[in-house]
């Protein structure tokens, strides 16, 4: 694979090498990488001849649409630094991101381009509303403009805010050699990519995980990504059997959707030869179940977005170990620190640090924070809490927010988890802590059943009482009709509370709720 300091230099030479082949489809909508080239050539274009200069921020904020890789690369094209933004943010969040950024354009997804347009009233970007017509007349007015400009692989590329749950969201800066190293070594060495490859585009183009192991290594690779502008388990399937899609990479609940959807059965999915999951931990049960009913290998990695996010994976070329998140790739180094901050011994519990090419310079405009979050040695601290085997393989035990206190005993909310995706009747199940005037914090636990299932709370607490620790098991256990959850698919626990008091908690009985 031929080297490139950044990826628009990539698309440049897909258009010399694969010409007229597909690169990005949206149903009808198909570029050929000699048209995604001379797309970004006219968004560097336009961007030029609207003052941006390299090292300028230029907000994007669209949904999975052939128009964000043709502005994300565009940008990049021009020299300037990519902020991509959920589509779903509300105009105080989108200020934030803008004025934090210092943005000065902002290319906003013509259905939300209200929210953009206030969020943008009192900062310096400019708001330029994109719809599928309004984006083919922009680009149609200029000429293209094929130079590509040239970066150090220092310069920062993108700056991708982190969710925010503990405080205002922070921008994660982000080099050119952290995001095309790391999509070197996912296209190479973990999901294998090729140029006959089709990867399907289901996770959001404006997250790390979609941005690079997807969108960045399809471009790496010369392959084509299939987009679905927003997931439901039917359309993706259809995507799958319509394009021959190879290669799916989604998040816990995505697969938790397809393995339960009506039409899995009757899907040709034979297409598929390697599936990767990241975002949250996969459930052993679902790993199992899904590639039992679809016939491919599911590889389970970890990273975030301060990590490019790639930093662990199950290799396909090595043992694989359900409910592990691997080891870590190349060019990173992971390691475990106990509370005090020495490293944690064998199958202790420690918090992931992280050092590598991967991780990213730091946080923008915010030395502060990056101090407090890497260390002088350039170990990068996660919040997440994992074990480590005699082979190296990491198993994430979970986040330290995470972690229940139940009157001194910690107990961690994915080892329950997994006992409830083991009972037949359970879809998706999120365990959370709640609120005790003796213990401080309690078990509880939120489920979504599968379509057409029966089960009680009772039952429920029953099956997971008989097989942990008394202090583990959830005192407080009902039912949802769907979680809570993020762009990506993850579940948000912030957002779960029990619905108290209630019938449906199923609250344990007095004999054994201080066992």
Request: proline share 6%.
């Amino acid at each position: 694979m031929p080297g490139f300091a950044s990826f628009a230099h990539a698309v440049h030479a897909n258009a010399e090498r694969f010409g007229d082949r597909p690169a990005v489809r949206l149903d009808d909508h198909v570029l050929s990488h000699a048209a995604l080239d001379d797309a970004t050539a006219r968004a560097a274009a336009l961007l030029r001849a609207r003052g941006v200069e390299p090292g300028d921020r230029v907000g994007v904020m669209l949904p999975n649409v052939p128009a964000f890789p043709v502005l994300y690369y565009g940008v990049l094209r021009a020299g300037g630094v990519v902020v991509p933004m959920n589509p779903l943010l509300q105009p105080r969040e989108v200020a934030h991101h803008l004025r934090d950024s210092g943005a000065v354009a902002l290319f906003a997804w013509h259905a939300v381009a209200a929210a953009a347009e206030e969020g943008a009233r009192d900062t310096d970007a400019e708001c330029i509303a994109v719809a599928p017509d309004t984006m083919a007349q922009l680009l149609a007015g200029v000429e293209p403009d094929h130079r590509v400009a040239e970066v150090d692989g220092d310069d920062t590329a993108v700056i991708l805010y982190t969710s925010g749950t503990t405080g205002a969201p922070k921008g994660a800066e982000l080099t050119h050699a952290n995001l095309v190293g790391n999509a070197r070594t996912t296209c190479t060495t973990l999901v294998e990519l090729t140029p006959d490859d089709v990867v399907l585009g289901a996770l959001p183009l404006f997250h790390a995980f979609g941005q690079t192991c997807v969108m960045n290594t399809c471009t790496l690779a010369g392959a084509q990504m299939s987009l679905l502008a927003r997931f439901t388990p039917e359309d993706a399937l259809a995507v799958v059997e319509r394009d021959r899609v190879t290669l799916f990479a989604g998040v816990p609940t995505m697969y938790g959707a397809l393995l339960n959807c009506p039409s899995a059965g009757t899907s040709d999915v034979s297409s598929l030869r390697r599936c990767i999951s990241g975002g949250a931990s996969l459930p052993v049960e679902v790993l199992h179940g899904f590639e039992n009913a679809f016939g491919c290998t599911v590889l389970e990695g970890y990273g975030l977005s301060e990590t490019s996010p790639v930093a662990s994976f199950n290799h396909p070329d090595a043992e694989r170990k359900a409910g592990s998140i691997g080891r870590p790739v190349r060019g990173c180094e992971m390691d475990l620190r106990a509370a005090d901050g020495t490293p944690a011994g064998p199958g202790e519990v420690g918090e992931i640090v992280i050092r590598g090419e991967n991780v990213m310079r730091g946080y923008w405009r915010n030395p502060e924070a990056t101090a407090a979050a890497v260390d002088a040695d350039g170990w990068f601290a996660t919040g997440d809490l994992a074990t480590r085997d005699e082979e190296g393989f990491y198993s994430i035990v979970d986040r330290k927010k995470d972690m229940i206190n139940r009157g001194g005993y910690n107990v961690y909310p994915r080892e329950v988890e997994e006992v409830l995706y083991e009972h037949p009747a359970v879809a998706e199940a999120a365990v959370v802590a709640v609120p005790d005037a003796l213990l401080g914090e309690e078990v509880g636990a939120a489920v979504v059943l599968k379509p057409g299932a029966s089960t009680t709370a009772e039952d429920l607490r029953a099956h997971v009482k008989g097989q942990v620790a008394a202090y583990k098991y959830p005192r407080h256990l009902w039912l949802v009709d769907e979680m809570p959850k993020g762009a990506t698919g993850k579940i948000l626990k912030r957002r779960i509370s029990p619905p108290l008091p209630s019938s449906a908690v199923g609250a344990a009985q007095e004999e054994d709720a201080r066992a």
